[in-house]
């Protein structure tokens, strides 16, 4: 169950118990100014992006020990919150998510959080001390901007600072110092690198348009989080190496890493559901790749010409082979095709040449037109 976008925006409710049932709250569900109190049940993972943004009446709120991450501006001018208790288990803390928050006198980053987000602090005015753990490594534009209170800061070594991150501060002078590393802007970095769209209220990437051997994508841009690569987002892309996938993505394109020749491996993240026909077409380096349980649908084509790709497992979850799915793969010696499978498609395995054991479903099993043609096969499955 989940609480829908916008939900009680400017309702006159001044308290709210969130019950176990409900794991997920969408963007702008509590924008109401007489909230004072709330209890969010423990089955929550994540504070959307606005989720509590100008409920200007809530004075302190408890955060679940399950949440990962507190998505851009949740807390956006909650001028009345006086504490927030921030577990453990949060690593992700984006941009604008505590700004306005002129009541807060102090709060404690947990260890595991990376980045300070830019303005995440800006204009708690009433902010005396942070304590910020050896694990952040950022800390972005104006992260503490206005922070007219904050005179006590303890940061660890090395940690990059953004441009008028401690601005029209009593600290302004004193991390303003040559010792601290400038912070990169990720977002000009981001805008560089790829082409990209909103679909549904999430990013897709459309395009890469680097030239990195070692590509990282991120997992949320702008406070949006990524779900989808694209159709030929990556295609022809003759340099690349490898690829980091985040956990949010849920889709791959048609032929998103076609032609990708340097490729030699590569992890599908746990949450794909479909890989897109040729999404690896030609991908003649690619030694190994790992399919995730969540897999149900894998394109025709998909791994056509992946000629040293050795091994790879289908997943459970999967229930048809498509066609022209590992035409090509000479280096394939072996496969398990699950019982989850119904159908192979047609030359799914055609030219698999070193391909001379395969175990196939005891259930009902139709197969499609030389499926095992040119692999030492070929006469079994007549």
């Known amino acids: 169950m989940h609480i829908g976008e916008r939900a009680f925006e400017f309702s006159p409710i001044t308290s709210i118990a969130i019950p176990e049932s409900v794991v997920w709250i969408r963007e702008s569900a509590f924008e109401c100014s007489s909230l004072e109190s709330l209890d969010i049940a423990e089955s929550l993972a994540e504070i959307s992006p606005m989720t509590f ?7 302190s709120i408890k955060i679940p020990d399950f949440v990962f ?30 700004l306005g928050c002129s009541s807060l006198t102090s709060i404690k980053i947990p260890e595991g959080v990376e980045k300070i987000s830019g303005y995440t602090f800006m204009s708690c005015e009433s ?20 922070c007219t209170s904050l005179t006590s800061i303890d940061l660890p070594d090395n940690v ?4 008028d991150a401690f601005k029209g501060t009593p600290l ?29 209220n999430t990013l897709a990437i459309k395009k890469y348009k680097g030239n990195s051997q070692n590509v990282v994508i991120p997992e949320i841009f702008g406070g949006i989080i990524v779900t989808k690569i694209c159709d030929f987002a990556f295609s022809f892309c003759t340099s690349l190496t490898s690829v980091d996938i985040p956990k949010s993505v849920i889709e791959i394109g048609e032929c998103a890493f076609a ?19 040729e999404a690896f077409l030609e991908c003649t380096s690619l030694a190994s790749i790992s399919l995730p ?3 149900e649908r894998i394109g025709d084509w998909a791994f056509q010409g992946c000629k040293s790709l050795v091994s790879i497992t289908i997943p459970s979850g999967v229930t048809e082979i498509s066609n022209q799915l590992f035409w090509g793969c000479g280096s394939l010696s072996s496969i398990t095709i699950p019982d989850s499978v119904t159908k192979i498609g047609d030359r799914a395995f055609k030219d698999c040449t070193s391909l001379t054991s395969v175990t196939l479903p005891e259930t009902k099993l139709e197969m499609g037109i030389g499926v095992f043609e040119g692999t030492p096969l070929k006469d079994s499955f007549r």
């Not at 943004?53 to 004075?59: D, N």
């Not at 956006?76 to 208790?85: G, N, Q, V």
């Not at 910020?132 to 206005?146: H, L, M, Q, T």
């Not at 990708?260 to 026909?277: E, F, M, Q, Y």
């Open 259 to 277: 032609g990708c020749k340097a490729l030699s491996s590569i992890t599908i993240p746990d949450n794909v559901t479909k890989i897109g026909r």
């Open 69 to 98: 991450r507190i998505g851009k501006s949740a807390f956006e001018d909650c001028k009345s919150l006086l504490s927030i208790d921030i577990p453990d288990g949060v690593t992700e803390i984006d941009e604008n998510a505590f």
């Open 53 to 59: 943004s100008g409920c200007t009446s809530l004075k």
């Open 293 to 295: 349980d969540s897999m």
């Open 160 to 163: 990059r600072i953004g441009k």
């Open 172 to 200: 302004e002078e004193r991390f303003s110092a040559e010792s601290y590393v400038q912070e990169p802007d990720d977002e000009l970095s981001f805008l560089d690198e790829f082409e990209w769209t909103i679909l549904d």
């Open 127 to 146: 902010l005396s001390s942070v304590s910020i753990p050896k694990s952040v490594k950022s800390i972005g534009d104006c992260a503490f901007y206005c």
